[in-house]
């Protein structure tokens, strides 16, 4: 059918998936907890390089109790990149912390360091609490933690990194949601791996681990009666969505191949348009999740929201990258420290069908969409 639509990054579950749901049916483990949990946490843990892991319902489940964990609360503050999805502040909130914006780095759209160490200092001037710096990885890319890492253990400030968008990205030889005191992937529908929704949290820590698998299970004590320490949350990954996930996670390299070739076909098409710059370009460790194009429309002649509108006809669906969260309307007063870039961004990003699901024939149907519009302007 020419005209089903084309999303940016739909699930791609198979064969291999189905197979793994029903064995963890049959196996009579449909229960919240199981094997397939256990299995999918050690696996996940193995590929990232830490030595524990957490499975959660969501990633913002695992963002809310990690920096529970690293003892956020009231009176405190936790600084987050303004341009991010919203859950990363969201958990800041959750926890009576309050979030303090920092702008990003126009060519990445990842943490602006030096901005990130400015804030840093004057935070400790003014005598703030500071509970935890948590970078974003961007779109698939690793913040600059060689920056990063040093700047927060000086001011002796924890790092929670926001692997969302990450799995499977490397940077210095590095994986994704292992730099800092703890990192926490999303399986959410959109990213990488799906386990249609469920999330991760990774870390070296065994106090960080035990402390967030505790909070994670209704704060329930390990004794045979039900005795509660502290106000829990119930919060793990139920066995049959770990099942989809051990699946996922053992094709995630074929999928971030997928990626890269849909990225290399933005590449190609727009490496000669002028005003245009794929976000990000040129980092080798990236997963590819989604392609961003930058238009600067005095140069381009033409606006992210023209092609946008070019595509939406043609049922091809794009997204204007977040927006920052210091312009958001429940974030209004929220501080910040900020030079503008994530406004840019904002204003002349535009994110591309990117995912591994797409068919030769959604990908036909994009180039010759994004052609069609180039070749009229
Ligand atoms: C940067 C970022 N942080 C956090 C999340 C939240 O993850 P989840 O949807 O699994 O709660 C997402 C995606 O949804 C995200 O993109």
């Known amino acids: 059918m020419t005209n089903e639509k084309i999303h940016l990054s739909p699930p791609d579950v198979g064969p291999l998936e189905e197979r793994y749901a029903i064995a963890a049916i049959r196996s009579g483990w449909v229960a919240p907890l199981g094997p397939e949990v256990d299995a999918f946490e050690s696996e996940m843990a193995r590929r990232v390089g ?76 003014d005598g703030r609490r500071v509970a935890a710096v948590m970078p974003v990885d961007m779109f698939g890319r690793c913040a600059d933690y060689e920056r990063i890492l040093p700047i927060c253990a000086e001011a002796g400030v924890p790092v929670l990194e926001d692997a969302a968008e990450a799995l499977g990205a490397v940077r210095g030889g590095q994986a994704a949601g292992s730099f800092g005191q703890a990192g926490v992937l999303s399986f959410n529908g959109n990213k990488i791996i799906t386990t249609s929704g469920g999330g991760m949290l990774l870390t070296d820590d065994a106090t960080i681990a035990d402390r967030v698998r505790y909070l994670a299970t209704q704060a329930r004590r390990p004794v045979p009666h039900y005795e509660h320490g502290d106000i829990g949350y119930n919060y793990r ?46 980092d080798p460790g990236e997963n590819y999740w989604l392609t961003v194009i930058v238009v600067d429309p005095a140069e381009a002649g033409w606006d992210a929201r023209d092609l946008a509108a070019h595509l939406a006809d043609r049922q091809i669906e794009t997204r204007p990258i977040w927006m920052p969260m ?38 036909a149907r994009v180039e010759h969409a994004i052609d069609d519009f180039l070749t009229t302007r």
Do not use: W
Not at 71 to 97: C, E, I, K, R, W
Not at 113 to 121: F, N, Q, R, Y
Not at 333 to 340: F, H, I, K, N
């Open 50 to 125: 830490t030595a524990h892991a957490v499975a959660t319902n969501s990633g913002t489940a695992a963002l809310h109790l990690g920096l529970l964990a690293l003892g956020a609360g009231p009176d405190q503050v936790v600084v987050v990149p303004t341009l991010t999805f919203a859950a990363t502040a969201n958990a800041v909130v959750y926890t009576g912390a309050r979030p303090f914006f920092v702008d990003c780095d126009p060519s990445t759209g990842n943490l602006d360091v030096g901005l990130l160490e400015e804030t840093l200092a004057r935070l400790r001037r």
């Open 237 to 282: 990954l139920s066995n049959l969505l770990a099942a989809i996930g051990r699946a996922q996670l053992r094709r995630l390299d074929t999928m971030i191949a997928r990626r890269r070739d849909m990225r290399e076909l933005y590449a190609k098409m727009f490496a000669a348009v002028p005003g245009v710059r794929l976000l990000g370009e040129g």
């Open 326 to 363: 210091h312009l958001q309307p429940v974030h209004a007063g929220v501080e910040a420290a900020l030079t503008g870039a994530a406004d840019r961004l904002f204003a002349t990003g535009l994110t591309l069908p990117s995912g591994s699901a797409l068919k030769e024939s959604h990908r």
